[in-house]
Structure formats: structure tokens, C-alpha cells
């Protein structure tokens, strides 16, 4: 049984730092590449960042900000988002893509979670 488990999310202030992680189980962590989208109240699933073998993908909003990274001993995946504004409050969501190319379109996605929610005040 495939399982993505996000966690980490919360309230923090304009500028300040959170981790997300993302937990995986029941699938071949480590030759999948695997991504981070938000969703906003209202927007549509936004790619955030991807990984894989071949190297890592940020959307132009994040970049300089976010870092993603994995641990495939652990399988888990995570994201360290610094200077945080309030256009990131979303629900943020990771996936797993079953190939090694980096893609920022949610169909290439075969597996999800169910998301955990990040608030960023001014």
C-alpha cells in the first residue's frame, strides 16, 4: 500500500524558515522522482520543486528560497523553505513520479498525499 505523509506545516511570520517532510512507503523510493506542489484557496495544484538522480527543478517563485532534498536510506523526501512570504500560504503536497525526469505537471504524478498546510502571515 502506497502511503505519502506530509508533515511540518504551520503558522509562521513573514521571513521566517519551516521543513516540510513527506514519509513514503510502499513503492521504490528511491528510483522515482519526486516533487513538491501547493495549492491555494481558490488556484489551481502549482509545481514548487522536483528531484531526482538527475539533478532538481524549482519554479521561478521559490528559487533562492526553497531547497528540496531526499533521503533515500530514510525514504523520505523534504523541503526547506526559507524567507517566507504569505503568497506561499497553500497546502503543499508531494508526489511521486515513477522515472527519473524532472516534470512540473501534476498527470506525471502517479502517487500523492494528502497535504499539509502552511499559513504565513505579514
Known amino acids: 500500500q502506497v502511503q505519502l505523509v506530509e508533515s511540518g506545516g504551520g503558522l509562521v511570520q513573514a521571513g521566517e524558515s519551516l521543513r516540510l517532510s513527506c514519509a513514503a512507503s510502499?513503492?521504490?523510493?528511491?528510483?522515482?522522482?519526486m516533487g513538491w506542489f501547493r495549492q491555494a484557496p481558490g488556484k489551481e495544484r502549482e509545481f514548487v520543486a522536483s528531484i531526482s538522480w538527475i539533478g532538481t527543478d524549482y519554479a521561478d517563485s521559490v528559487k533562492g528560497r526553497f531547497t528540496i532534498f531526499r533521503d533515500n536510506v530514510k525514504n523520505e523526501l523534504y523541503l526547506r523553505m526559507n524567507n517566507l512570504k504569505p503568497e506561499d500560504t497553500a497546502v503543499y503536497y508531494c508526489?511521486?513520479?515513477?522515472?527519473?525526469?524532472?516534470?512540473?505537471?501534476?498527470?506525471?504524478?502517479?502517487?500523492w498525499g494528502q497535504g499539509t498546510q502552511v499559513t504565513v502571515s505579514s
Open positions: 508526489a511521486a513520479n515513477p522515472g527519473a525526469r524532472l516534470t512540473t505537471t501534476t498527470p506525471t504524478y502517479r502517487y
Open positions: 510502499g513503492f521504490t523510493f528511491g528510483s522515482y522522482a
